[in-house]
């Protein structure tokens, strides 16, 4: 049978294809820095997409055609185009990743007040970018390049002992959460969930090993291959917290984007919280 090729819109592989990605491990500021990102002039963000976490799980064992699919309906129909029409945004006010705290109430209240169709949201796409972060997924950003070569990566690096502390402390990889869902996708080797990014072949590795242990290898394992990531923008987490306007200015103009209405006060904030700024 001959394979079709399949799109979805016109105007998807533009949008799709210059997104932004901000990656690292976990616990390296991260959420911090998508909610900066979410701040600039239109830009429509998505933190940690459940859909994405079990598509780069398979990245290399489908058909580039058919996970381009995947990718491109999630990111253009699913969140981009309902983000715009007020559909897909996240207005938990107590959530770090809430609209409410990166725009203008203004501009929420006329995304919630009016309903737009698929057409009238299109019209609002111009000089619009799609950001979304994906802590963990450094190892499989190379493929990722390969088929979307103007996707911006921006890399969150932390300190091994600081990132290693903090994972430690939410006690991800503690017995008692060794089974947890929360680890996904998963494989299961002897009763444990093995997370995605565990090498194939180290299943039984990963069951065997200490708490203290699996941390250090997550963190290793999630930074693998940063070199192999051409183009990226690499930002230090002591230098945002240190010089925040002079970083979040840098990536602005390294992102071609521009501050929005309330990016100077989240920069502001974070002189007054450091050292114990939320990441």
């Known amino acids: 049978m001959k394979r079709l090729d399949l799109n979805i819109s016109v105007l998807s592989e ?3 294809s210059k997104a932004v990605l901000i990656t690292g491990s976990a616990r390296s500021g991260t959420t911090l820095m998508g909610k900066l990102i979410h701040s600039f002039d239109k830009v429509e963000y998505a933190s940690e997409p459940p859909l994405m976490f079990s598509l ?3 990245i290399n064992d489908i058909s580039a055609e058919k996970w381009k699919l995947l990718y491109d309906t999630y990111l253009y129909e699913e969140f981009f185009i309902s983000a715009l029409s007020g559909r897909s945004i996240n207005c938990n006010l107590v959530d770090d990743s809430s609209i409410y705290h990166v725009k203008a109430l203004e501009e929420v209240n006329n995304r919630l007040n009016y309903s737009l169709r ?8 111009r000089g619009a970018t799609i950001a979304y972060k994906m802590p963990g997924i450094v190892p499989y950003v190379p493929v990722l390049l390969e088929r979307y070569p103007l996707t911006r990566v921006v890399v969150m690096l932390r300190n ?5 502390n903090s994972i430690l402390q939410k006690k991800w990889f503690s017995p008692e959460n060794e089974s947890s869902a929360l680890l996904w996708p998963f494989r299961v080797c002897h009763g444990v969930n093995v997370p995605f ?14 708490e203290l242990d699996r941390a250090a290898y997550y963190y290793i394992r999630v930074n693998e291959g940063i070199e192999n990531i051409t183009g990226r923008i690499e930002i230090s987490y002591t230098n945002l917290l240190e010089k925040p ?4 200015e840098g990536l602005a103009d390294n992102l ?7 990016t100077k006060q989240i920069v502001d904030q974070i002189y007054l919280t450091h050292p114990d700024v939320i990441i």
Do not use: N, Q
């Open 160 to 164: 091994a002992v600081e990132t290693l």
């Open 256 to 262: 071609g984007l521009e501050f929005g209405t309330l």
């Open 245 to 248: 306007s002079e970083t979040i």
């Open 56 to 58: 780069f799980s398979v």
């Open 14 to 16: 533009d949008i799709v």
């Open 118 to 125: 698929k057409a009238d949201a299109e019209e609002r796409i």
């Open 197 to 210: 990014w565990v090498r194939e072949g180290e299943d039984e590795l990963w069951v065997k090993l200490s």
